[in-house]
């Protein structure tokens, strides 16, 4: 490049200077131009590129992503790769791709899988416990060094003892079972034979072993829970016999009336003399309510009227008293009879009315005139009523033993035992007004009639009343004092009434209580005069 810089043509460098030393002007110097390149291409961001066959791709055309459940891979990829994130559609109702959540991570791929919480438990605490556990694979087991042996025994399917069962253990054989009896002995031995004068050394304690005890003071809420537990247990004992009056407590009566005797010297039980003497000619059904009589402090489960004047009723309630009210009178209660242990079931006068009998579900038979009478305790399950015939010389009782027993009154023995597999439960009885049959309230929908007489108690199949529904409740019979009506209670609270003559007709219907109606009783005196009783603890009286 100097020697091009030094080259000259022989012409002076300028007009006035001469041509160099060795004459002809060749001492001249020249200066070269250089222009800046310029390129017409524009500019291009290569980010994300990668040139392929002389040729810029996308770098994520040349990556060779695998599915998220792919199981064989056939080329290398690089760990990047591996690990990337699942991309990609996800199904609105499958859970698999993105919509699975992150299944590739650094540790490797994860896959869903169910465990109940039952065998996850189970396991858990047989490992705290026993220092084992099935492994998750389903074959072997995983344990700690110290029960390393006792894994080992429980087999390849870790089938062994869990603390929620015991696994079936193999039976010993007859050589181990002597070698195992052998190796006691010779412990035994080795011990040496214990010194029974020797005071008993108590080689390890618990820890709870040096604590005194403390009595804890019940508190005013315990002694009260006790005291009534105690109460009721008694009275229970009481009731079975097994301790105590036999009969099941001793039986009182209070009176609640001003005077027992008016000023006449009349007994409160007399019949007034305003009272008509002579029953009406015909009996009508009632239409209306007219009085109510409250007292009973739970339900009511029979009425009873005084035997031919009707001035008294008598009524029995579930909690085991008996009451009689005034019925034309005051309209209160006059006398109250305790003696039942449980609720009583039925009551009925004598014919004189002197004296009337209940019958409970402490399975008692109790004659009342203000104290206790004699017992009669032959049925197997609760007595459910009596009813008196042959001019009260025999009565016939009937009990949840589905059956009827037939009694000489004052002997505590029956006569007739009647029983039958097609029978049903009969919780109430009534005797016709012509002492000739009596009417049942059988547990299935039915009121069946009874032919009585002195030689024979024998069912009518031809008067049975259907129509009501009484399928698990001992609602009350009974019929009007002239015989020409039939009434019975109603599990949903309603009064029905048949004929006599047409026991498939019902001729009216009163809804009488908003519970069941259990029992009902026409009034002696009185053409139209009706009285129910229901579990609501009401008495009402209609006309």
């Not at 105590?244 to 000023?263: P, Q, V």
């Not at 008598?314 to 039942?340: E, P, Q």
């Not at 206790?372 to 009260?392: I, K, P, R, S």
Request: aromatic content about 10%.
């Amino acid at each position: 490049m100097d020697l091009l810089a030094a080259y000259s043509d022989g012409e002076p460098s300028s007009p006035g200077g001469s041509g160099g030393s060795g004459g002809g002007g060749g001492g001249g110097t020249v200066t070269l131009l250089t222009t800046k390149a310029v390129s017409t291409a524009p500019a291009v961001d290569t980010t994300g590129l990668t040139l392929v066959d002389k040729k810029a791709v996308a770098s994520a055309g040349t990556r060779m992503l695998m599915p998220a459940n792919a199981r064989e891979v056939q080329y290398n990829l690089p760990y990047a790769d591996m690990a990337a994130p699942v991309l990609g559609p996800a199904h609105p109702f499958q859970r698999d791709g993105v919509a699975a959540g992150l299944r590739n991570h650094r540790a490797g791929h994860v896959e869903a899988t169910h465990l109940h919480s039952f065998a996850f438990d189970e396991q858990y605490n047989t490992f705290h416990s026993y220092g084992y556990a099935a492994a998750p694979t389903g074959h072997g087991s995983v344990a700690l060094e110290a029960a390393a042996a006792t894994a080992a025994g429980a087999g390849a399917d870790g089938d062994g003892e869990t603390v929620y069962g015991n696994a079936a253990k193999r039976r010993k054989t007859t050589a181990e079972k002597k070698e195992a009896a052998a190796r006691r002995a010779a412990a035994a031995e080795a011990a040496g034979a214990a010194d029974p004068e020797a005071p008993y050394e108590l080689l390890t304690r618990q820890p709870w072993a040096e604590k005194e005890a403390v009595a804890v003071e019940l508190t005013e809420e315990q002694k009260e829970y006790m005291a009534k537990f105690n109460a009721e247990r008694e009275e229970k004992a009481a009731a079975k016999g097994d301790g105590g009056d036999a009969s099941g407590g001793g039986a009182t009566s209070f009176f609640h009336g001003k005077e027992s005797k008016d000023y006449q010297g009349r007994s409160w039980l007399a019949v007034p003399k305003d009272r008509k003497k002579d029953a009406p000619e015909a009996f009508f059904l009632p239409k209306k309510w007219v009085h109510t009589w409250s007292g009973h402090t739970k339900g009511v489960n029979a009425v009873r009227f005084f035997p031919g004047a009707g001035h008294l009723l008598l009524s029995a309630g579930l909690d085991g008293k008996v009451k009689i009210w005034d019925v034309f009178g005051s309209g209160k209660c006059m006398r109250t009879y305790l003696g039942h242990t449980k609720g009583v079931r039925d009551i009925n006068f004598t014919a004189d009315g002197a004296r009337f009998v209940s019958v409970g579900y402490d399975k008692i038979i109790r004659l009342w005139d203000t104290e206790t009478g004699q017992e009669y305790n032959y049925h197997l399950g609760a007595v459910n009523a009596v009813t008196f015939f042959d001019e009260g010389r025999r009565f016939v009782s009937s009990s949840d033993d589905k059956s009827l027993r037939v009694w000489e009154f004052g002997i505590p023995v029956q006569i007739k035992y009647i029983a039958d597999p097609s029978m049903h439960s009969m919780p109430s009885m009534q005797l016709a007004p012509n002492a000739q049959s009596i009417i049942t309230q059988s547990l299935d929908n039915q009121v069946l009639t009874y032919t009585v007489s002195k030689d024979r108690f024998k069912q009518n199949r031809k008067k049975t009343f259907k129509g009501h529904n009484t399928a698990g409740y001992a609602c009350q019979v009974n019929f009007s004092p002239d015989g020409k009506y039939v009434l019975s209670g109603d599990s949903e609270g309603r009064a029905f009434f048949w004929e006599w003559a047409h026991p498939f007709k019902i001729v009216r219907t009163i809804k009488a209580h908003d519970g069941v109606c259990i029992g009902c009783a026409w009034h002696p005196m009185e053409s139209s005069k009706v009285v129910t009783c229901g579990w609501d603890g009401a008495i009402k009286m209609w006309d």
